[in-house]
């Protein structure tokens, strides 16, 4: 009987990292070669460690949002002290997470996106979990985003935070577009014309877009 070797951490961690840069580049048509490459392992090593490409790709995308989840400030959303800065805030700060961490942006981004080169139960595995943290994540943010606002009485909760998500999820992209045009834009008081923009905005759905009778 053939002894089974021991694992070693370093290489499993060296070529998950590997996993993530690949995949997150280049998306799941990456090369396994290239990932034992970049890991300093031979493919045969991807392989006893990672039974197939797919179980691999899977924890990869584990890693990439354990990383994230990791680091991740939730005081950016939670302690601003209205909507407006808490939106921008929080926009400028996910923009330079994912600079901080572009290849675990760019795979969750793919998953997000359902790259189409993963096999289908593999792709409804991880977009399942992907979905579990989105929930989690906009769960969050919505509840610290209602709490600034004074509701009128009778409004469906439920309803509300459907409506949010919708809007503020149009509205980081919004601003996440503005922060990739000006990439020296580092301060608050330098964002005059975006704020400007987003109070306009929070004005109409705090107050509506039709006047009463």
């Known amino acids: 009987m053939t002894k089974r070797l021991p694992r070693d951490p370093q290489k499993e961690q060296a070529i998950?990292?590997?996993?993530?840069?690949?995949?997150g580049q280049v998306g799941y048509q990456a090369s396994t070669d290239k990932i034992a490459e970049?890991?300093?392992?031979?493919?045969?090593?991807v392989f006893?460690?990672?039974n197939n490409k797919q179980h691999l790709y899977y924890k990869a995308v584990q890693r990439a949002i354990d990383t994230i989840m990791a680091v991740v400030d939730f005081s950016v959303w939670?302690?601003?002290?209205?909507?407006?800065?808490?939106?921008?805030?929080a926009t400028?700060?996910?923009?330079?997470?994912?600079h901080q961490f572009p290849?675990?942006?760019?795979?969750?981004?793919?998953?997000?996106t359902s790259d189409s080169y993963v096999p289908k139960p593999m792709r409804d595995r991880v977009?399942?979990?992907?979905?579990?943290?989105?929930?989690?994540?906009?769960?969050t943010v919505i509840e610290?985003?209602?709490?600034?606002?004074?509701?009128?009485p009778g409004l469906d909760h439920k309803n509300v935070q459907v409506y949010l998500t919708m809007f503020l999820a149009t509205l980081s992209q919004t601003i996440q577009q503005y922060f990739e045009k000006h990439p020296d834009v580092k301060k608050i008081e330098d964002m005059s014309d975006i704020i400007d923009q987003v109070k306009s905005y929070m004005d109409m759905l705090e107050h509506g877009i039709v006047v009463d009778d």
């Open 144 to 152: 610290a985003t209602i709490s600034h606002l004074n509701l009128r």
């Open 38 to 45: 970049l890991a300093g392992v031979s493919k045969g090593s």
């Open 127 to 139: 977009t399942k979990m992907f979905t579990e943290l989105e929930t989690n994540l906009m769960h």
């Open 78 to 89: 939670t302690d601003s002290k209205d909507l407006v800065s808490m939106i921008i805030r």
């Open 48 to 50: 006893r460690y990672f």
């Open 92 to 98: 400028k700060y996910k923009t330079e997470l994912s």
């Open 103 to 112: 290849n675990e942006f760019g795979l969750l981004m793919r998953v997000y």
């Open 16 to 23: 998950l990292t590997a996993a993530v840069q690949e995949f």
